[in-house]
């Protein structure tokens, strides 16, 4: 191939350019202490910032302090919380990558156990821990599953405070640095919960028909649109199906993207599933590499906006050809990067036919170009 490849190609989104259109998905590490970030998450993120990757996203955050998954997840509900951001976003900028921040509300997977410890509901042994159990929210009191909590049926007055805090945590990104805001309303989460009828009974104006459920999906975005600066991007995730019959389908996927669109959110994040157990076990259809692709090319096509795809994309020229095809925008990678955090310079390497030593950060490029050049030595 050229070395010009698409994957490796600038990409402008308002008055953002990214170097390339690899993106390191958001990944919860449950590592966080009472909703700060800590040495764990500034090492783990800045090893995608020196593999290479275009734009790498913070894991999901909590607008307010019961929107966390697990007691291990961060926030961005106080001012206390954005120092921390800000070193992250701060070393990510002086080595040329950008920086998003995935702003979320757990809803009613709120209180969690961290999963390695069973990634179900709080237990009694959790509670030794010292990880004790709050009331989820949801949009119906309906549990995720037999023997989940019940979650509080939010009031008109919850919705208004959730809104309020979702456009707070907006501001301190800004102030932290972010490039890019990406509102999550995919994964079973708060957002999600709204759009779909199985977890969404509500009688009132945040439920019934399409155009109800999709409401508070639609004035959260309004009002992060409205404080985020205009020259910046904003994201929103979606599972754009539940993988159930009674559940979210497609065709509203398509329905809520061009909504968005009109509020001024510049890239639909492709996902699924996760409506009912954990979200990387929800039943979205059969998993096999680059599974959520067609969900990502549909969007783009039928509602004219640019699109992220995601899940079991970990070859580069599978993921350039996504591109080539014109399937998606921007290609992320998640458990591929953590296997391999130097995956974006081994897939230019890989689309190049050559090594390209010299683009990696020269604190390592300046001794693998070396070594490189004594295997070709003894290979001549």
Same mark, same amino acid.
């Given at each position: 191939?050229?070395?010009?490849?698409?994957?490796?190609?600038?990409?402008?989104?308002?008055?953002?350019?990214?170097?390339?259109?690899?993106?390191?998905?958001?990944?919860?590490?449950?590592?966080?202490?009472?909703?700060?970030?800590?040495?764990?998450?500034?090492?783990?993120?800045?090893?995608?910032?020196?593999?290479?990757?275009?734009?790498?996203?913070?894991?999901?955050?909590?607008?307010?302090?019961?929107?966390?998954?697990?007691?291990?997840?961060?926030?961005?509900?106080?001012?206390?919380?954005?120092?921390?951001?800000?070193?992250?976003?701060?070393?990510?900028?002086?080595?040329?990558?950008?920086?998003?921040?995935?702003?979320?509300?757990?809803?009613?997977?709120?209180?969690?156990?961290?999963?390695?410890?069973?990634?179900?509901?709080?237990?009694?042994?959790?509670?030794?821990?010292?990880?004790?159990?709050?009331?989820?929210?949801?949009?119906?009191?309906?549990?995720?599953?037999?023997?989940?909590?019940?979650?509080?049926?939010?009031?008109?007055?919850?919705?208004?405070?959730?809104?309020?805090?979702?456009?707070?945590?907006?501001?301190?990104?800004?102030?932290?640095?972010?490039?890019?805001?990406?509102?999550?309303?995919?994964?079973?989460?708060?957002?999600?919960?709204?759009?779909?009828?199985?977890?969404?009974?509500?009688?009132?104006?945040?439920?019934?028909?399409?155009?109800?459920?999709?409401?508070?999906?639609?004035?959260?975005?309004?009002?992060?649109?409205?404080?985020?600066?205009?020259?910046?991007?904003?994201?929103?995730?979606?599972?754009?199906?539940?993988? %159930?019959?009674?559940?979210?389908?497609?065709?509203?996927?398509?329905?809520?993207?061009?909504?968005?669109?009109?509020?001024?959110?510049?890239?639909?994040?492709?996902? %699924?599933?996760?409506?009912?157990?954990?979200?990387?076990?929800?039943?979205?259809?059969?998993?096999?590499?680059?599974?959520?692709?067609?969900?990502?090319?549909?969007?783009?096509?039928?509602?004219?906006?640019?699109?992220?795809?995601?899940?079991?994309?970990?070859?580069?020229?599978?993921?350039?050809?996504?591109?080539?095809?014109?399937?998606?925008?921007?290609?992320?990678?998640?458990?591929?990067?953590?296997?391999?955090?130097?995956?974006?310079?081994?897939?230019?390497?890989?689309?190049?036919?050559?090594?390209?030593?010299?683009?990696?950060?020269?604190?390592?490029?300046?001794?693998?170009?070396?070594?490189?050049?004594?295997?070709?030595?003894?290979?001549?």
């Amino acid at each position: 191939m050229s070395e010009l490849v698409k994957l490796f190609t600038d990409c402008a989104l308002r008055g953002l350019s990214l170097c390339n259109r690899i993106v390191i998905s958001p990944m919860c590490q449950y590592s966080a202490h009472d909703g700060y970030l800590d040495a764990w998450h500034k090492i783990h993120l800045g090893r995608f910032v020196m593999g290479g990757a275009g734009l790498i996203f913070t894991e999901a955050t909590a607008v307010q302090k019961s929107g966390r998954i697990t007691h291990g997840c961060p926030g961005l509900w106080e001012d206390g919380q954005i120092a921390a951001h800000s070193e992250i976003t701060s070393f990510a900028r002086t080595h040329g990558a950008a920086s998003a921040i995935q702003l979320a509300h757990a809803g009613r997977k709120g209180g969690m156990q961290r999963p390695w410890y069973g990634n179900s509901f709080l237990k009694e042994e959790d509670h030794v821990r010292g990880d004790n159990p709050w009331t989820p929210l949801g949009p119906s009191p309906i549990p995720v599953d037999d023997g989940w909590p019940v979650p509080h049926e939010m009031t008109v007055q919850d919705i208004q405070a959730l809104k309020d805090d979702f456009v707070a945590a907006a501001r301190r990104a800004e102030r932290a640095g972010y490039d890019v805001v990406e509102i999550h309303g995919a994964h079973g989460y708060l957002i999600h919960s709204f759009l779909s009828p199985i977890s969404n009974h509500r009688k009132d104006a945040y439920g019934g028909n399409l155009q109800n459920r999709i409401r508070l999906a639609l004035e959260i975005t309004d009002s992060v649109r409205a404080v985020w600066p205009d020259h910046l991007p904003l994201f929103f995730r979606v599972s754009a199906v539940d993988g %159930s019959a009674d559940g979210w389908q497609i065709e509203d996927t398509v329905y809520l993207a061009k909504a968005l669109k009109s509020l001024g959110v510049d890239v639909i994040d492709c996902s %699924s599933g996760g409506i009912a157990g954990s979200a990387t076990t929800g039943n979205s259809g059969l998993r096999q590499p680059g599974f959520q692709v067609p969900f990502a090319a549909l969007v783009r096509e039928s509602a004219s906006i640019s699109t992220m795809t995601v899940g079991l994309i970990t070859h580069a020229k599978q993921a350039e050809s996504i591109l080539q095809e014109n399937q998606a925008d921007l290609i992320a990678i998640g458990r591929e990067a953590l296997a391999n955090p130097n995956w974006p310079w081994h897939a230019r390497q890989a689309l190049n036919e050559k090594c390209q030593y010299h683009r990696w950060p020269e604190q390592s490029g300046w001794w693998l170009e070396r070594r490189q050049q004594s295997c070709d030595f003894y290979t001549e």
